[in-house]
Nanobody
Framework: QVQLVESGGGLVQAGGSLRLSCAAS????????MGWFRQAPGKEREFVAD????????RYADSVKGRFTISRDNAKNTVYLQMNSLKPEDTAVYYC?????????????????WGQGTQVTVSS
């Protein structure tokens, strides 16, 4: 049974930082790319960042580039999202996702496996 469990969300003031974690199980973690997405109220879920299976290639949405950092620890089956210089527009539920493969050069290809999400709220 594949499971993804996010943690680390919360309420933070603009300019602050949070670190999200996503613990994975039920799949060979090191064989798959991992992605972070977010969904704000009334909006569609959007891509935030992804990381290749070996962790050497990362990719970011323009809206978070330079502020967010994705990383992974394959020994711990965990992917992280370090979020700095947070803005009110970063407020959303953040989800992690198992990739469909080790890496997709054109764009991240998500699988059907999603976590339950963790709420991030940034106050102005």
């Amino acid at each position: 049974q594949v499971q993804l469990v996010e943690s680390g969300g919360g309420l933070v003031q603009a300019g602050g930082s949070l670190r999200l974690s996503c613990a994975a199980s039920g799949r060979t973690f090191s064989s798959y790319a991992m992605g972070w997405f977010r969904q704000a109220p009334g909006k569609e879920r959007e891509f935030v960042a992804d990381i290749s299976s070996h962790g050497r290639i990362t990719r970011y949405a323009d809206s978070v580039k330079g502020r967010f950092t994705i990383s992974r620890d394959n020994a711990k089956n965990t992917v992280y999202l370090q979020m700095n210089s947070l803005k009110p527009e970063d407020t959303a539920v953040y989800y992690c996702n198992f990739g469909a493969n080790a890496y997709s050069p054109i764009r991240y290809v998500p699988s059907d496996y999603w976590g339950q999400g963790t709420q991030v709220t940034v106050s102005s």
